[in-house]
């Protein structure tokens, strides 16, 4: 196996690995404030048309970018609108905003079938980029492959070094307690779910600009579900989020090079090892119950309401 | 969006039906659609209902057309189906394998209706299938790249391994090979038909393995643009898929069931109509092939178009021996041609294509 090769891998589990990571990122965020979103998909979908249309309208791939992050906010909004102002339940709201995403983004990507748009274009570094090897996997990518890892250690301090992270955290373990002291819960509920909108909505923003430079309906593929199960698999902790998401980017790149290179194994097996690898790690991971316990908000997908 | 609205109105036609009088003779004839993807996969579905504004372009106000998009096979596909012919739907398209049991089911309940059903082989008196010779356009695809490949090693994105696209692989491979004896082909399943990541994954993947053509048989334009972005060549799949890679595209296998839809909708106007079986090719224009790629050159495009020239003569059919399988055992001797019933049951690779063959 030439290094060339591993490097060609390497950056094809990248490239896989970040729409997950930026679309699960959001949702660990919001979860850890309490409450359960399951409308990833559909955020993502209409991020991913949203960002198309922008960024073919005005040619530029960053505004693109921006589109899609408001986009994925305002879906989200309407969201935390339904769920924490009107009190509905969460988990059924998260299936029907998934529902919603996927009709909203096919109706307004009518327009945008077929039509094929410059991929958003990697951040050249100069001296860097062109280092055999090492400049392809480590500097060749675009911005949100940057971004993706960089929200890593960011959301990491802020849940775990920061006064604002202590208090999304106390929210989505006590909605009671942090409204005893005085803390605005249904505010913070808010900016959390907004915030995982708006990641949702730049993983998807990767799919339609980045990784497959086209609007084709239903593009996300069922990326937005893997994501809602990584951020489980990562028992809440975005470093193990980063792990997981690499590490599905890995199974699912390296099925594709097994069945190339004619090895002798059904590829609807390779086909289904990414997920039965996150469910064998979901199953490792569950055997402490503890753990689980100390990880997951308590109060996540309960309805909170200061008067009750 | 019209999809959504034809449902609502369905149901509601579906209770209209049984106040609803007998349709009249004069009355323009009711054309349903069913598909199994959105029209905008810009592929399988996308093809069926350009056949379906054929018909509308060609019959004019003789005609009524309406479809229903996104249907799932299986027990919704006999629902909706049945919604169709409840509410006055002369003339039935159920447009994938899947919907074949479902389309025998309502066919045998509305006699009076006329059901066509893509790619299947149950048929009744009612009931007619077609499909189209798709590994026409495979072999020429194969002639093409067996002259542009320079490794030898081509990359094959396959979707299901079912007859059709294990006969798309072998078409290509016999001809490929006829033209580049020492040519491989590799085979990645992806168990989707729709999946633009996965689709492109895989083409990465095969190009990082040396595969210098992509051919796929899966429904996104994503491998176009792969092979475009890392220079490669690739041949569409459904549609003329051009625009997603203008440098890599050399050329694409184009459904066209236009000629197809628009008889079938005038044989039921004019009385004519009668259940058959249609496997139409090159020939019977269910098929073309996209325009060349100005980079290939010109002897290749002139022994492609020959190729073309030929199938529709019927001097030439792809599957003429002596075809070896896989181990290099002679299967068909030379001048032996497998018949229809064998290509519609394939389920073995030829010498050349790496691999085993998922069961």
Known sequence: MSPDFIAAVLVAVTTAATPLLLAGLGELVTEKAGVLNLGVEGMMLVGAVGGFAAASATGSGLTGVGVAALLGMATAALFAFLTLTLLSNQVATGLALTIFGVGLSSLLGKPYIGMPLDRLPPLNIPGLSDLPLVGPVLFGHDALVYLSLAAVPAVAWFLMRTRPGLILRSVGESPEAAHALGHPVIAIRYAATLFGGAMSGLAGAYLSLAYTPMWAENMSAGRGWIALALVVFATWKPGRLLLGAYLFGLVLILQLHAQGLGLAVPSQWLSMLPYLATIAVLVLISRDATRIRLNAPASIGKVFHPDT | ?359
């Open chain 2, 1 to 359: 969006m019209i999809g959504a609205i034809m449902r609502r109105t369905l149901l509601a036609g579906a209770v209209a039906a049984f106040f609803a009088a007998p349709a009249l003779a004069d009355d323009p004839l009711k054309v349903g659609f069913i598909y199994v993807g959105p029209i905008g996969d810009h592929g399988w579905s996308y093809q069926h209902n350009e056949g379906r504004l054929a018909i509308e372009a060609a019959l004019g106000d003789k005609v009524k057309t309406s479809y229903v998009e996104n249907v799932a096979e299986g027990a919704d596909a006999e629902r909706v189906i049945t919604q169709l012919a409840n509410s006055g739907h002369g003339l039935i398209f159920t447009t994938s394998f899947g919907f074949m049991n479902p389309t025998l089911k309502v066919a045998k309940r509305f006699p009076k209706v006329h059901f066509e059903h893509a790619t299947g082989y149950k048929r009744a008196d009612n009931l007619s299938t077609y499909a189209a010779r798709f590994y026409e356009g495979r072999h020429i695809a194969g002639l093409v790249a067996g002259h542009m490949t320079k490794s030898g090693t081509i990359g094959y994105i396959g979707s299901f391994p079912i007859p059709e696209v294990v006969r798309g692989i072998n078409a290509f491979t016999l001809a490929l090979r006829s033209v580049r004896p020492d040519a491989t082909v590799k085979v990645v399943w992806v168990n989707t038909w729709y999946d633009p990541g996965k689709e492109g994954a895989a083409a990465e993947a095969l190009i990082d393995q040396g595969a210098d053509v992509i051919l796929q048989h899966t429904d996104s334009p994503a491998a176009i643009q792969v092979a475009e972005k890392r220079g490669v060549w690739a041949v569409g799949q459904a549609s003329d898929m051009t625009r997603f890679g203008p440098k890599a595209h050399l050329t694409a296998i184009v459904d066209i069931w236009d000629s197809y839809y628009v008889a079938r909708a005038k044989a039921v106007a004019d009385g004519s109509w009668t259940s058959e079986d249609t496997w139409g090719g090159l020939k019977d224009k269910m098929l073309a092939m996209a325009p060349y790629n100005p980079a290939i050159p010109a002897d290749v495009v002139a022994q492609a178009k020959q190729a073309e020239a030929d199938i529709i003569a019927g001097t030439l059919h792809p599957f003429t021996g002596p075809i070896n399988d896989q181990s290099g055992k002679e299967v068909i001797p030379a001048g032996q041609v497998i018949d229809d019933g064998k290509l519609l049951s394939m389920d073995w690779y030829v010498e050349g294509v790496q691999g085993t063959l998922p069961k």
